[in-house]
């Protein structure tokens, strides 16, 4: 059994991811496709970092995971795939070169990781690609070859794992203060998932503070009155700021970039 | 051929139905996973119940429904799973026990259904779930395993049906003015599905009255002039309200809740 | 392997589609079901229309794509299969005879284009479907047993392509001041897609002139400066109009008949 999961900025309106399905179907039929999301918001390349980063370790060994999110289409941006082992699995994934595997890079090393150009178009859907439409015409058929098994060497040219695009980003630190980071993501519900990683939190109970207001830890959302703002770690494995039973993100006008800081930790 | 259905309020933007998906994926291979909708308004339980109710029926014998709205995830609400026998075919729901099966009880008996709290951590994804996403630490890996043919008894502690947590709601009552129920559902068009049972009403022709006005029943909405408001026989084999090309709730101002009298039924 | 593809203007949120699917998978367990999209905004068969039109041609021989955005539902429109052969390969279609075909149709003839009304009820779910949901009892009924190798002549009386509903649309016209169409179509990105044709565009460089604003064609969206408008050939293969990380629609007042002038091609 082969598994591709898809993910992109096209929406569900207007057919393209469709399309991608379509092509995938014609060169791997038997294949599962398992739509991770279309609904980055447009051209978040930000965004798709965070989804790639959390999402793709629960797969089984061997998902084609092809990303969408391309601002670059049609420029001299690179069209790349990366194989990643972790725990002995490999994941393979099938992207534009401008970020969006930053976040699944952050464990790569030469030794467990290797990354192609997508330079043979032998495995593209046409040698004229479309200048707009890659994930047509280079990215979904590409995944598909691999998920029927084409070699992994074969589908471009051999590029070093260091010459890949990374994101800049600043890391939380450990100050008097607390630990000081910012949100990177906010997700459907209105919660705020901040930089700060769940293992730098080992108190059992903690301060979180943003926006002039500090509130408290929970385990869950529902351990907290209604209504409350609080913090807790969440299943990201990242700290998280929530409210039960409503958005946090609106009740404090949280953004991307916001400065958080937990205390007593 | 096993079948999943998958129903959350997670929205599809975020990547965790797609984590839901990986964490199937590598228990049940072969398993079909059909997408529900992901579109429930957050923690709306009684949206949830009432999409249940309605299309579990048309599913293949043997279905597993997985059912993740969870507005109390991480507290001690139990995760549960019940199986349910109509017409001698077998259908299974994973869910959190908050009344989100209401529906679906409505039929259950001692005879035709058995429930089971999911306390045999064997088949969670891992023995320390998250405390906010029991969906992919428990109910996407239960309702796996189950698909992949793992004994219903197995899963957890037989509990009895009439234990499980219940919604409460008015029933339509007949009176000397007609009907009167209320709304209790709006879809996408703007349609408001009322709880007034397609069986109560025998006469061809009828009248429907709400928020002051009172209009004819049609057939289907192309029957109506265009823009003209009508009560109808829904596919859910309630009474519905609507308008041909148009939205009945907004142009009502109806809201689940709101009073609906049927007369010359 | 069998292929169905599924698009509805029913939306995610209300179940309609999972009850289709597991109508389908009743019947036809082993087929692979890809959602085109659900996403046609309300009753708008010119959208739907233009969906199809452009994505068909990208999936497997044989593949049966079923369209129900069907505002006629329950009135004595008829319910149509069609059968066209492109290049050696049979795509099926399901749909209401409503003018949602009519870009398929456009390169239908008697010898390659086969059609019939679906007035067998032996392929339905029901001999007495809803007068408001054929996409459960029939549509996807009939899809399914297509997609299961029911002969196409078996479903339902054989009818004239010559006789099925077509939409009235002007082409672009040539004149003295350069091709003159319009916009034919909206995407999630804000790009408006013209009824120009790619082949009637040769020039390397043109213009392209609408809502009093004249501008440059580039050949992808990260071609022109950041912010910029830009005429392009889209991967529709039709006369595109972008902003390079924007939305051309909002920031022109663009609409689906806003006129559209290509000059110097």
Chains 1, 2, 3 share one sequence.
Request: charged content about 15%; aromatic content about 8%; proline content about 3%.
């Amino acid at each position: 059994m082969s598994l591709i999961t898809l993910m992109t900025d096209f929406g569900r309106c207007d057919g393209y991811v469709g399309v991608m399905r379509g092509v995938i179907a014609k060169i791997a039929a038997a294949a599962t496709v398992v739509d991770l999301t279309h609904d980055i918001p447009p051209q978040n390349v930000g965004a798709a970092r965070f989804v790639a980063m959390n999402s793709y370790r629960y797969f089984p060994a061997g998902t084609v995971h092809c990303i969408v999110v391309d601002p670059g289409v049609g420029t001299r941006r690179r069209a790349i795939a990366v194989a990643v082992t972790v725990d002995g699995d490999v994941q393979f994934f099938v992207a534009p070169d401008n970020g969006v595997l930053d976040g699944v890079l952050a464990i790569a090393t030469d030794s467990n990781c290797r990354a192609v150009s997508l330079t043979n178009r032998t495995y593209w859907r046409t040698k004229e690609p479309s200048a707009t439409f890659h994930g047509r015409d280079i990215f979904a058929p590409v995944a598909a070859h691999l998920a029927q098994g084409v070699d992994f060497a074969l589908i471009g040219e051999a590029i070093s794992v260091s010459a890949l695009v990374r994101m800049s980003f600043r890391s939380a630190i450990a100050t008097s203060q607390g630990i000081c980071g910012s949100i990177q993501y906010i997700d459907r519900f209105g919660n705020a998932i901040t930089n700060i990683p769940a293992e730098q939190v080992t108190a059992r109970s903690w301060q979180i503070r943003t926006q002039g207001q500090t509130f408290q830890s929970y385990r869950s959302y529902g351990d907290a009155p209604s209504g409350r703002l609080l913090g807790l770690i969440g299943s990201h494995d990242w700290v998280e700021i929530a409210v039960n039973g409503g958005s946090a993100a609106k009740r404090l006008g949280l953004q991307v970039g916001t400065s958080v800081t937990v205390m007593g930790c």
